[in-house]
């Protein structure tokens, strides 16, 4: 059975950091393509960084110097640190997995920036 898991959300002030986790099992995580993605209330959910199998990273302007995607392909796992956070920062992150038409989804963590 295939299952993400996020952790790390939380809330945090302005300027504060977190560190997100995404850990896999169930599949061979190093042949995947995987992103965070967010979503607000009332906004679609969006691309925020990517990582793919060979390492190479992407991110949203709106993130860019800010958040830094990285992956342990030891630990099955994908990190998101995220720095300077701000107010609009504050989604539900969710880590995402694909792999040609495999696409797997984690339940999604939770952070708040206050202001």
């Known amino acids: 059975q295939v299952q993400l898991v996020e952790s790390g959300g939380g809330l945090v002030q302005t300027g504060g950091s977190l560190r997100l986790s995404c850990a896999a099992s169930g599949i061979i995580f190093s042949i995947y393509d995987v992103g965070w993605y967010r979503q607000a209330p009332g906004k679609q959910r969006e691309l925020v960084a990517a990582v793919t199998s060979g390492g190479s990273t992407s991110y949203a302007d709106s993130v860019k110097g800010r958040f830094t995607i990285s992956r342990d392909n030891a630990k099955n796992t994908v990190h998101l640190q995220m720095n300077s956070l701000k107010p609009e920062d504050t989604a539900v992150y969710y880590c995402?997995?694909?792999?040609?038409?495999?696409?797997?989804w984690g339940q999604g963590t939770q952070v708040t920036v206050s202001s």
């Open positions: 995402n997995a694909i792999r040609s038409i495999w696409i797997h």
